[in-house]
């Protein structure tokens, strides 16, 4: 499926980053196979080089194949945009349906001030 394909992949940490609540990872590349073991190798994108510095395990649980990397880029940021990774994600979305609550840690050295 990942073989030298152009297209954006989502990743599923198993935890969510330390000091943070982002579990999910979205990205474009003209070779996904490649990218994701850069990722993995600790290189690439600050958020996976992040959880390789934690050890927290990640896969690769859903693929767009794109065209072009025009398409790709496009796709990429229209997924962004929408804040909601987790509506993509399958192993979150099964969580929910079983009824499993969010895997979310606390927002460590975080003041959130209540909306007036």
Known sequence: ????STGVYLLHLASPLSGSRAQHYIG???DVRARILSHQAGHGARF??????????????????????????YVERS??????????CPIC??????GFPQQHRPLVGRTVSPKV
């Open 48 to 73: 996976t080089r992040a959880a390789v510095n934690q050890h927290i395990p990640f896969d690769v649980v859903r693929f767009w194949p794109c065209p072009t990397m025009t398409s790709a880029m």
């Open 93 to 98: 979305q099964a969580r929910r349906e079983l």
């Open 79 to 88: 997924l962004k945009r929408r804040h909601n990774h987790a509506d993509y």
């Open 28 to 30: 474009y590349s003209r």
């Open 1 to 4: 499926m990942l073989d030298r």
